[in-house]
C-alpha cells in the first residue's frame, strides 16, 4: 500500500514563498524517483521537479533557480521550496513517486492548491 499526502499549498502574494510537503506511506519510498508536477486549469500536467533516490535534481526551466527539490529519507518526505512565486506559478501541485522493477510504476497524491495573486 502506498499513499502520498500533499500539504502547504496556499494563496501567496508575488514574490513570495511556500515550501510544499508530501508525506508518504509504504516501502518504496528509499528506491524511488520523487518529483513534483503542477497543473494549471485548461493546461497539461507538466513537470515541475524530480529528485532520485541517490539525489540527482532535475527542474523544469521555469522554476530553475527559484525552486529547490529535497527530501527526508528518515521522514519519507519529500519537500519543494518554492520562492520569488509568479502569477504563473499557480496551479495545482502533485507528488509523484516513480518505482521501477520490471517496468515504471507511478503513485499520485491529492493535489494541493498553489495560488499566487496579489
Known amino acids: 500500500q502506498v499513499q502520498l499526502v500533499e500539504s502547504g499549498g496556499g494563496l501567496v502574494q508575488p514574490g513570495g514563498s511556500l515550501r510544499l510537503s508530501c508525506a508518504t506511506s509504504g516501502s518504496i519510498f528509499s528506491t524511488s524517483r520523487m518529483g513534483w508536477y503542477r497543473q494549471a486549469p485548461g493546461k497539461q500536467r507538466e513537470l515541475v521537479a524530480t529528485?532520485?533516490?541517490?539525489?540527482?535534481?532535475d527542474y523544469a526551466d521555469s522554476v530553475k533557480g527559484r525552486f529547490t527539490i529535497s527530501r527526508d529519507n528518515a521522514k519519507n518526505t519529500v519537500l519543494l521550496q518554492m520562492n520569488s512565486l509568479k502569477p504563473e506559478d499557480t496551479a495545482v501541485y502533485y507528488c509523484?513517486?516513480?518505482?521501477?522493477?520490471?517496468?515504471?510504476?507511478?503513485?499520485w497524491g491529492q493535489g494541493t492548491q498553489v495560488t499566487v495573486s496579489s
Open positions: 509523484n513517486a516513480r518505482f521501477t522493477t520490471t517496468w515504471v510504476l507511478n503513485y
Open positions: 529528485i532520485t533516490s541517490g539525489g540527482s535534481t
